[in-house]
């Protein structure tokens, strides 16, 4: 396998050159970005703001935060604004790193080993154990029976005899809700005993943004009471701009203070700050998203579940992970070649390549995928339809 095989979705330029076409000629199923963006707000005012390039963005990024502070309802200081939620993941890995162990749940976005291998953490993996070798039918029973297994995994591990009360408390939770890659969410109320249980948890709610009601399951407003909580969200994938980068932790004081004297001081620039302030305003897009996720997500869902030898898992984020019968490889290539890229998991250990993963994009866009995947499922010579065995 290539060095250059993406470990994220995205990677256009891999994609292009796989494909012999233009990186803009692709429509990107393998990032899990809003197809409405980025909101006409946002182009404006990246365009009013270009002049302040030639000063240094403020390091405080007050605007952007105060804005932030607004919407939460938490205090500024409260608040660190990052170069995209993966550079804060850098600073809270950092932090994790320090203490005994940090527990994972696998199989997980993979910048997470990444960062926590930067700082030499050791890492405690807990996997979710998602079926590999059934066919396509049993993977959807067992999807049915085991709803909310990310929870069930959780709860098992703390139930289970070999946990540790008092290792855990000297120890470090990283977790991701929604959970990417499965698209699983866990309710606060289900999260918050953990915060009692570890020196330390970090939570990525990189997703959260793609909920209407995020009340019930964010921990956003239980950090002034939990001193040892770290919420990470990101703005880049709501507003679409990944090329940009935005994103804001939201934890105590003294930890995002130690952050910003570990890191670069003008990690935000200026063009950056100005979209989030932009985007956070844009009530009219955040209801259009709404509304978009709220057709599409079913019609894409569902339009997966009919095609034989593909199963999606429940998803309450923008994407699906879909289970294969046969290795995705092929049928990555193959839609490659009619400019679709769709998110291959061998970056996944846990999943190797029987399993995919797709954003929502229009409704238009997923009917696209939808009749090239069927294209593909049925056409003998890749061979990628495999009997049902149940
Ligand atoms: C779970 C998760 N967290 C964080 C990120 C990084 O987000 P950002 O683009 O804001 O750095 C990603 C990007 O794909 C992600 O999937």
């Not at 970005?33 to 005012?45: D, E, F, H, T, W």
């Not at 952007?64 to 993941?89: T, Y």
């Not at 749940?105 to 993996?125: C, E, H, N, W």
């Not at 092929?330 to 993963?357: T, W």
């Amino acid at each position: 396998m290539s060095i250059f095989r993406p470990q994220h979705g995205g990677n256009l330029s891999w994609a292009a050159a796989q494909a012999g076409c233009l990186p803009t000629e692709i429509l990107d199923f393998s990032a899990s970005i809003n197809p409405l963006g980025p909101p006409q707000s946002v182009l404006k005012a990246i365009r009013q703001h270009l002049d302040e390039i030639s000063s240094y963005p403020d390091p405080a990024s007050t605007i952007l935060r105060q804005a932030l502070s607004q919407l939460h309802q938490v205090p500024m200081d409260w608040i660190l604004v990052g170069n995209g939620a993966a550079e804060l993941l850098t600073w809270a890995c950092r932090s994790l790193s320090e203490l005994k162990q940090v527990h994972l749940v696998t199989p997980a976005f993979s910048d997470y080993g990444r960062a926590l291998r930067a700082f030499g953490a050791k890492i405690l993996t807990h996997n979710l154990n998602l079926p590999i070798d059934l066919p396509s039918r049993s993977v959807a029973l067992w999807a049915d029976l085991s709803e909310d297994f990310l929870l069930r995994s959780l709860a098992a591990f703390l139930s289970d005899p070999s946990f540790d009360a008092q290792e855990a408390s000297a120890s470090g939770l990283l977790l991701n809700n929604p959970h990417n890659p499965t698209g699983q969410i866990a309710t606060k109320a289900d999260l918050l005993p953990l915060l009692d249980c570890f020196s330390q948890v970090v939570v990525d709610e990189a997703f959260m943004e793609f909920l209407p009601q995020e009340d019930a399951y964010s921990l956003v407003g239980e950090i002034e009471a939990h001193p040892n909580l770290v919420v990470l969200r990101s703005l880049t994938k709501f507003y679409s701009i990944p090329g940009l980068r935005l994103g804001y932790a939201i934890a105590h004081p003294d930890r995002l203070a130690q952050w910003q004297q570990w890191r670069d001081p003008w990690s935000v620039n200026v063009l950056a700050m100005q979209a989030g302030v932009a985007g956070l305003q844009d009530i009219a897009f955040q209801g259009a998203t709404y509304d978009w996720l709220a057709a599409a997500k079913p019609q894409l869902q569902a339009g997966l579940a009919a095609l034989s030898g593909l199963t999606p898992l429940p998803s309450a984020a923008n994407f699906f992970l879909v289970h294969c019968d046969a290795s995705v490889l092929a049928l990555q290539k193959a839609l490659l070649q009619q400019r679709l890229l769709i998110r291959d998991c061998m970056s996944f250990a846990e999943l190797g390549d029987r399993y995919f993963r797709v954003a929502v994009r229009t409704e238009a866009e997923n009917v696209r995928l939808l009749q090239a995947l069927a294209d593909k499922l049925s056409d003998p010579l890749l061979s990628l339809s495999r009997p049902n065995l149940t």
